[in-house]
């Protein structure tokens, strides 16, 4: 299992309570608890594999009462509760402008991938047609959660076109 650094900002049961009220939302428990203990947080390098899609990292989970406010799970629900389905709550970032949603209707607890570059036009109805599901609960999406090894990339030299360093990294490495 990945180690997640919990956010310093800590929250108690009633801030949960409060955003669940305000949003008129219920939050399985073992989410419930990982906010209460961690309000989000940075998980360390890690890969994800999603069925169907691919691989994919964690940058941070989503907490209340952040410095930075796209951390912040209200601002991210406000964001993207048009862009995604009914009944789904954005917990965590991915690469790219990705998100980690877990559903709280359909599935209560099952955890997905949403990807933005097939997300629904402006104007039309967001389904799970973009949505990866990747486990039934938020303990077992935790535990699937490996941490990145970089000796296990490998890189096709077909698939590198070009390659930039930028030069105040060269002088480091060369000292």
């Known amino acids: 299992m990945i180690r997640i650094k919990a956010n310093k900002q800590k929250i108690d049961e009633e801030r949960v309570l409060k955003f669940e009220s305000e ?6 428990d073992d989410y419930f608890e990982f906010l209460i203990q961690n309000n989000g947080g940075k998980p360390d390098l890690n890969i994800l594999d999603v ?3 691919g691989q994919i990292n964690i940058n941070n ?3 209340f009462d952040l410095k930075d406010k796209e951390s912040n799970l209200e601002f991210c629900y406000d964001m993207f509760k048009n862009r995604i389905p009914i009944g789904i709550l954005p917990i965590a970032e991915s690469e790219g402008g990705n998100i980690i949603c877990i559903s709280l209707t359909k599935e ?6 949403w990807d933005h570059e097939m997300e629904a036009d402006e104007g039309e109805k967001p389904d799970y047609s973009n949505m990866y599901k990747i486990s039934d609960s938020f303990s077992s999406f935790i535990k699937r959660i490996e941490k990145f090894d970089p000796s296990k990339v490998e890189v096709n030299e077909k698939d590198v076109m070009n390659v930039w360093v930028d030069p105040e990294f060269l002088k480091d490495i060369k000292k």
């Open 61 to 63: 989970f989503f907490g």
């Open 51 to 53: 069925d169907n899609f």
């Open 23 to 28: 949003f008129k939302l219920k939050l399985p």
């Open 108 to 113: 209560v607890g099952s955890i997905y991938f």
